[in-house]
């Protein structure tokens, strides 16, 4: 017979059942359970102690989670040679309540959860057949020598929220897990990228840890690498030198916010997909500084430092696969010219836009959302024609503007407009004539009265199903067309459709 063994917390403190331990039998694979309280004393933590000397020989999963657990005995999980997962996060253990031979005869042990105790250092003898090892929120600042050694069929490695530093590693500590796909290092405290990372790895993890530099020869030996994330370091202005990741040939994403980047590194893998820059202090876009990287999906220089007057007019003419580019935050007085036709987002909220012309938005046929929410428009600034173009956009957000009237001319696809937090005192009967597929409508915290909003402003709109008006000197009253049974309630600011409110 094969049995699982779970211990564990209730959700709710009281005393500790008559029957804290509890066998149950079926055909598949009986199962015994023990439940302790939060207010458990010393008599649960010794009954818990004392079953976990001897639990069965066919035992396949064994939860613990959530327990005192200081100590794990010899025969607690070894000569188990059923045993597949053990559950040990959130509790109190530390190395000296590891035995070294804690798994010794359980050779089939692919996943051990040590996460959220006292441990100091990577245990020592860990089953050589983990696939997934959770060791995050722990004290962790070293991996001894060889402790990774014989875990050869590794493929998930979570270590972050650690005490990790430079000293604690070295050439060897990963260089052994030749199935290494995932590997989380973030929230520790390494100076640099770890030596020895092995080729199968996809995913790595070094945010929010103290990285000054990138060597491109800590990564030659990770050819595999998709994801590389490197938030929140110290990389500055030189801790990337151009060709840095130039290794790292099928690199699909990058992320660097927080780094305090003063441009765009040069040199990146040409195969990128998606470059995510938050948070740094770019100034710049030259003509070529993303020319390297023609097959940018995403671009993301969020909350940056830049000019209208330092970005170059070709500057993002050669990303013809860019779908998403992110602007917002920065210090951008008009729109940036040349962007790529196949754009579907373009987020420019929280700049200084005083005026739209035409032209930076020509040829964006296929651009299905827009904000430009947060900014300093006025009608009067956006130029005839602005949106003729814009054939496909479902969502325009002209929130916190400076427009005393709904913009003329909105495309017809639109279905979303955002318009609060402007200077609106009226809607006229026509402002939506070209718009039939609105669906929903934002004008709260506007300047709008009782009868502000035209009684035919929303004939013909029969997919409008909110309008909300919240936040304005006086209730709105709304009146939609009549083609659904459903109510809204009396004297609420958002309405739905159906009669007038």
């Known amino acids: 017979m094969a049995w699982t063994f779970r211990c564990s917390r209730t959700?709710?403190?009281?005393?500790?059942?008559?029957?804290?331990?509890?066998?149950?039998?079926?055909?598949?694979?009986?199962?015994?359970?023990?439940?302790a309280s939060a207010a458990s004393g010393p008599s649960t933590s010794t009954t818990i102690s004392s079953l976990l000397r001897f639990l069965p020989r066919s035992l396949r999963v064994a939860d613990l989670a959530a327990n005192q657990v200081t100590e794990i005995f010899p025969l607690t999980f070894g000569e188990k040679p059923a045993l597949r997962s053990v559950y040990l996060h959130n509790n109190q253990l530390s190395n000296a309540g590891l035995p070294p031979d804690a798994f010794h005869g359980s050779e089939a042990v692919v996943i051990l959860s040590l996460s959220s105790n006292r441990l100091s250092y990577l245990p020592p003898s860990l089953p050589p057949s983990l696939?997934?090892?959770?060791?995050?929120?722990?004290?962790?600042?070293?991996?001894?020598?060889?402790?990774?050694?014989?875990?050869?069929?590794?493929?998930?490695?979570?270590?972050?929220?650690n005490q990790l530093t430079d000293s604690g590693l070295d050439a060897t500590t990963f260089s052994k897990l030749r199935h290494l796909e995932y590997l989380d290092l973030s929230h520790n405290r390494l100076a640099s990228v770890p030596a020895g990372?092995?080729?199968?790895?996809?995913?790595?993890?070094?945010?929010?840890?103290?990285?000054?530099?990138?060597?491109?020869?800590?990564?030659?030996?990770?050819?595999?690498?998709?994801?590389?994330?490197l938030q929140h370091n110290q990389l500055g202005a030189t801790g990337l030198p151009a060709g840095a990741l130039r290794p790292l040939r099928g690199l699909h994403t990058l992320h660097l916010y927080g780094n305090g980047l003063d441009r765009v590194p040069l040199a990146l893998p040409r195969r990128l997909r998606a470059l995510v820059l938050p948070h740094n202090h770019v100034t710049t876009l030259g003509a070529r500084?993303?020319?390297?990287?023609?097959?940018?999906?995403?671009?993301?220089?969020?909350?940056?430092?830049?000019?209208?007057?330092?970005?170059?007019?070709?500057?993002?003419?050669?990303?013809?696969?860019?779908?998403?580019?992110?602007?917002?935050?920065?210090?951008?007085?008009?729109?940036?010219?040349?962007?790529?036709?196949?754009l579907h987002t373009l987020r420019l909220q929280r700049n200084?836009?005083?005026?739209?012309?035409?032209?930076?938005l020509a040829g964006l046929d296929q651009l299905r959302e827009l904000s430009l929410a947060h900014n300093r428009l006025r009608v009067g600034d956006i130029g005839p024609g602005t949106w003729h173009e814009l054939q496909a956009l479902q969502v325009l957000d002209l929130s916190h503007n400076e427009l005393s009237?709904?913009?003329?001319?909105?495309?017809?696809?639109?279905?979303?407009?955002?318009?609060?937090?402007?200077?609106?005192?009226?809607?006229?009967?026509?402002?939506?004539?070209?718009?039939?597929?609105?669906?929903a409508l934002f004008l709260r915290a506007n300047r709008l009265h009782m009868t502000s909003i035209a009684p035919d402003a929303f004939l013909g709109l029969l997919h409008l199903s909110v309008v909300d008006t919240a936040g304005n000197?006086?209730?709105?009253?709304?009146?939609?067309?009549?083609?659904?049974?459903?109510?809204?309630?009396?004297g609420s600011p958002r309405a739905r459709r159906g009669p007038t409110v």
């Open 352 to 360: 200084q836009l005083r005026a739209l012309e035409p032209e930076p």
């Open 197 to 229: 990372l092995p080729r199968t790895l996809a995913v790595l993890h070094l945010g929010r840890n103290r990285i000054r530099g990138v060597e491109a020869a800590r990564l030659r030996g990770a050819r595999g690498l998709r994801y590389l994330l």
């Open 131 to 161: 696939e997934r090892l959770h060791l995050q929120n722990n004290l962790i600042s070293k991996v001894p020598r060889g402790a990774l050694s014989r875990q050869t069929h590794l493929r998930e490695l979570y270590l972050q929220h």
């Open 289 to 342: 500084d993303l020319a390297g990287t023609p097959g940018l999906a995403e671009l993301n220089l969020a909350y940056n430092r830049l000019v209208s007057a330092r970005v170059h007019r070709r500057a993002f003419r050669p990303l013809r696969a860019l779908r998403s580019l992110d602007l917002a935050g920065n210090l951008l007085t008009r729109l940036p010219g040349g962007l790529p036709g196949g």
């Open 405 to 439: 009237f709904v913009p003329p001319d909105l495309p017809e696809a639109l279905e979303e407009l955002h318009l609060q937090g402007n200077r609106i005192s009226h809607v006229g009967p026509e402002a939506f004539l070209s718009t039939p597929r609105l669906r």
């Open 11 to 35: 959700t709710s403190p009281g005393q500790l059942s008559t029957s804290p331990c509890r066998t149950t039998s079926s055909r598949s694979s009986p199962t015994m359970s023990c439940h």
């Open 473 to 490: 000197p006086e209730q709105v009253l709304v009146r939609l067309p009549p083609t659904t049974p459903r109510q809204p309630r009396a």
